[in-house]
């Protein structure tokens, strides 16, 4: 029998609504944009990427639900979702972090940077 692994996380970005019309037109106050290219083994070392990368935000999971407050400035809001048959469209916060694509006769092969925070 195989060893259960375990599922990787990646981060859904979330656009929050702030135009009373909008909100209710759409039915809720915030919208999926997409998913970030990048995995973590971990949701805490998703949530440190985030942290590392939006100092002026207070922490992903400061409210124990793994989800960031939405930023002013952007209205974006980073969510902590498990990466299980997701498609990713949206840029990590640092373009040295895109998973590399290697074309081969027999496919392609998707390489993520791994993420070591604690």
Request: net charge positive; aromatic share 12%.
């Amino acid at each position: 029998m195989e060893a259960h692994k375990r599922m990787p996380y990646t981060l859904e970005v979330a656009r929050f609504i702030t135009d009373k019309e909008e909100c209710k037109a759409k039915g809720g106050t915030t919208e999926h944009v997409g998913y970030m290219r990048a995995l973590f083994r971990t949701k805490k070392a998703a949530a440190a990427y985030y942290d590392r990368h939006n100092p002026h935000m207070r922490k992903l999971n400061a409210h124990n639900t793994w989800k960031s407050d939405w930023d002013p400035a952007t209205h974006l809001l980073y969510i902590v979702r498990e990466a299980h048959l997701l498609i990713d469209t949206i840029a990590p916060f640092d373009a040295n972090d895109e998973p590399v694509e290697t074309h081969t006769a027999g496919g392609i092969t998707t390489t993520y940077p791994t993420f070591r925070y604690r």
